[in-house]
Nanobody, 117 residues
Framework: QVQLVESGGGLVQPGGSLRLSCAASGFAFFRNVMYWYRQVRGKERELVALISNAGGGYKEYAAFVEGRFTISRDNAKNSVYLQMNSLKPEDTAVYYC?????????WGQGTQVTVSS
């Protein structure tokens, strides 16, 4: 059974940092491209970042990231991370981990990130 479990969200002041984690199980993690998405209430879910499978040598970020976030993976721990620095109020959203296994999309339950003073 494929499971994705996010953690690390919370309340942070503007300019602060958070590190999100996604623990994966139920599939061959090292073979999968992994994604981070986010969703603001009332808006569509949007892609934040992706990391290639295996060594994770290819990464891609949404334009709004502007060099502030870093996606990484640890295949030994079946985990993917999103280091978020210089957070802005507009980064407030629920952040989701996502992957596709044999053509089926899987999502975690999400973790709330709130950037506010």
């Amino acid at each position: 059974q494929v499971q994705l479990v996010e953690s690390g969200g919370g309340l942070v002041q503007p300019g602060g940092s958070l590190r999100l984690s996604c623990a994966a199980s139920g599939f061959a993690f090292f073979r999968n491209v992994m994604y981070w998405y986010r969703q603001v209430r009332g808006k569509e879910r949007e892609l934040v970042a992706l990391i290639s499978n295996a060594g994770g040598g290819y990464k891609e970020y949404a334009a709004f990231v502007e060099g502030r976030f870093t996606i990484s993976r640890d295949n030994a721990k079946n985990s993917v991370y999103l280091q978020m620095n210089s957070l802005k109020p507009e980064d407030t959203a629920v952040y989701y981990c996502q992957t596709t296994v044999f053509g089926t999309e899987y999502w975690g339950q999400g973790t709330q990130v709130t950037v506010s003073s």
